[in-house]
């Protein structure tokens, strides 16, 4: 088992997550790997997943997360990846069990274009 299956197994069994946040994650874990063309054990995956973990047991909680300032928001969205990060998104947020409000949804963003990003920069993308 990896290090990063073995994450989502403890968060789990802590009770972080419920069955449903668990097979959420399992679905991050598949989708943006494949989406990313790295490995579903890539440890690049790791802050993705637990913020997600922290941001479903925010949201049965009815608990806010303080927003993204507004340029962390800009920087993303003026990427030259956008089109992609936000395909992945809306991709992972259809596939969920559970709902991200608006300002996780701002989170789920950077994390994947910071993912995509590294990805890109370690292949030697232009775009990076």
Not at 44 to 67: K, Y
Not at 97 to 116: I, K, T, Y
Request: one cysteine or more; charged letters at 25%.
């Amino acid at each position: 088992m990896g290090e990063l299956t073995e994450r989502i197994e403890t968060l789990r069994s802590l009770g972080v997550v419920d069955e449903a946040g668990y097979r959420d994650l399992r679905r991050v874990v598949s989708l943006v790997s494949e989406a990313c063309g790295i490995g579903a054990e890539d440890e690049r995956l790791a802050p993705l997943a637990t913020h997600l973990a922290a941001a479903f047991g925010r949201g049965s909680n009815g608990e806010a997360v303080c927003p993204l300032g507004p340029q962390v928001l800009a920087d993303v969205k003026g990427s030259p990846l956008y089109p992609r990060i936000v395909e992945i998104c809306d991709a992972l947020t259809r596939s969920f069990e559970n709902s991200l409000s608006e300002d996780e949804r701002d989170f789920l963003l950077v994390h994947v274009g910071g993912l995509l990003a590294a990805v890109q920069a370690q292949e030697g993308g232009e775009d990076s």
